[in-house]
């Protein structure tokens, strides 16, 4: 059973962190990319941040470049995006997704249409 689970979202001022992670089963981190997409209201979803489990290359949005950071625990299949100082356009849902690659330009690495539920993540002016 292949699933993404995702937490950490939450209200916080500009300025401040969260930490959202993703835990992913039914399949091995190591062969694929994985990270996160986010959509705010009356806009098209974009990609973020990604990691890719074989060599731990990473993908940053122009837009985050700077604030976020993306690392992952291989051995737990988890991946962590940790968001610092935060602004009101970050305000969106974001899901985990193992469909990095697309977004990235990693060719040849795998991809799976999987998503986690999406986490909260609103950041007040």
């Known amino acids: 059973d292949v699933q993404l689970v995702e937490s950490g979202g939450g209200l916080v001022q500009a300025g401040g962190s969260l930490r959202l992670s993703c835990a992913a089963s039914?399949?091995?981190?190591?062969?694929?990319?994985i990270g996160w997409f986010r959509q705010a209201p009356g806009k098209e979803r974009e990609g973020v941040s990604c990691i890719r489990g074989s060599d731990g290359s990473t993908y940053y949005a122009d837009s985050v470049k700077g604030r976020f950071t993306i690392s992952s625990d291989n051995a737990k299949n988890t991946v962590y995006l940790q968001m610092n100082s935060l602004k009101p356009e970050d305000t969106a849902v974001y899901y985990c997704t193992a469909l990095c690659a697309l977004v990235a330009g990693w060719a040849g690495t795998n991809t799976l249409d999987a998503w986690g539920q999406g986490t909260l993540v609103t950041v007040s002016s």
């Open positions: 039914g399949f091995t981190f190591d062969d694929y990319g």
